[in-house]
T-cell receptor, first 113, second 116 residues
C-alpha cells in the first residue's frame, strides 16, 4: 500500500520563527491532504492538494505539492503558540484501495513564547 | 465539535473482555472510517464503509475486530477477547464523497480504550 514518510518527527521553534514539515513518497500520489491535531484533540482537515506543482495558502500557512506529485510540504510563517500540535499528511492507497487512507507519522510542533 | 460523535469516550476493560464502540457520523455523509491511534503515531486505518457496505479492511486487523454499519448511518466497532496491545484511541471519521466532492474527513473525539 501507499507509504508516506514525514519529516521531521519533532520541531521546536521560538514564537515568530518559521516552520516546515515535509511529506515524501516513493510513488506518485493522486492527491495529498494535510491535517492538524491539537494536543488531546482529533485531526482536523486543513487542505487538499491535487495538481502537480500546486501551491495553496491559508493565512500564514503555505502548502505545496511537488511537480512529480511525490512530495508535499506545509510551511508556517511566523509561528504562534496557537500553531502547537501535530501536523499529518494523508493520502490514499491508490489502485483498487482508493478508499484506504494512509497518514504519515506526523510532525510535532512546539512553539516557545 | 465536528458533528461526529463517539461513545463511550473512555473505556477501561480487563484483558479477555469484549468491547463495543459506537460512531454516529454527520447525517448526510456516505463514507465512514475507523482508525486506531497510539501515542506519537498517526491514525492507522482499520476499515471503511461506503453507505452500509464495508469496502476495505486493514490486514493489520485481526479476526477479533469486527465493524458494522447496518443501515448506512451509525457504525459499531467490536473488539473481542481484548489484549493489552489493543489499548489505543479509536477514531471514527465521516465524509461525503462523489459528484466531484473531495473526501474531507470529519473526525469524532475518539474512544480511548485501556485494557488492563
Amino acid at each position: 500500500g501507499q507509504q508516506v514518510m514525514q519529516i521531521p518527527q519533532y520541531q521546536h521553534v521560538q514564537e515568530g520563527e518559521d516552520f516546515t514539515t515535509y511529506c515524501n513518497s516513493s510513488t506518485t500520489l493522486s492527491n495529498i491532504q494535510w491535517y492538524k491535531q491539537r494536543p488531546g484533540g482529533h485531526p482536523v482537515f486543513l487542505i487538499q492538494l491535487v495538481k502537480s506543482g500546486e501551491v495553496k495558502k491559508q493565512k500564514r500557512l503555505t502548502f505545496q505539492f511537488g511537480e512529480a506529485k511525490k512530495n508535499s510540504s506545509l510551511h508556517i510563517t511566523a509561528t504562534q503558540t496557537t500553531d502547537v500540535g501535530t501536523y499529518f499528511c494523508e493520502t490514499n492507497a491508490g489502485g483498487t484501495s482508493y478508499g484506504k487512507l494512509t497518514f504519515g507519522q506526523g510532525t510535532i510542533l512546539t512553539v516557545h513564547p | 465539535d465536528t458533528g461526529v460523535s463517539q461513545n463511550p469516550r473512555h473505556k477501561i476493560t480487563k484483558r479477555g473482555q469484549n468491547v463495543t464502540f459506537r460512531c454516529d457520523p454527520i447525517s448526510e455523509h456516505n463514507r465512514l472510517y475507523w482508525y486506531r491511534q497510539t501515542l506519537g503515531q498517526g491514525p492507522e486505518f482499520l476499515t471503511y464503509f461506503q453507505n452500509e457496505a464495508q469496502l476495505e479492511k486493514s490486514r493489520l486487523l485481526s479476526d477479533r475486530f469486527s465493524a458494522e454499519r447496518p443501515k448506512g448511518s451509525f457504525s459499531t466497532l467490536e473488539i473481542q477477547r481484548t489484549e493489552q496491545g489493543d489499548s489505543a484511541m479509536y477514531l471514527c471519521a465521516s465524509s461525503l464523497v462523489g459528484q466531484g466532492r473531495y473526501n474531507e474527513q470529519f473526525f469524532g473525539p475518539g474512544t480511548r480504550l485501556t485494557v488492563l
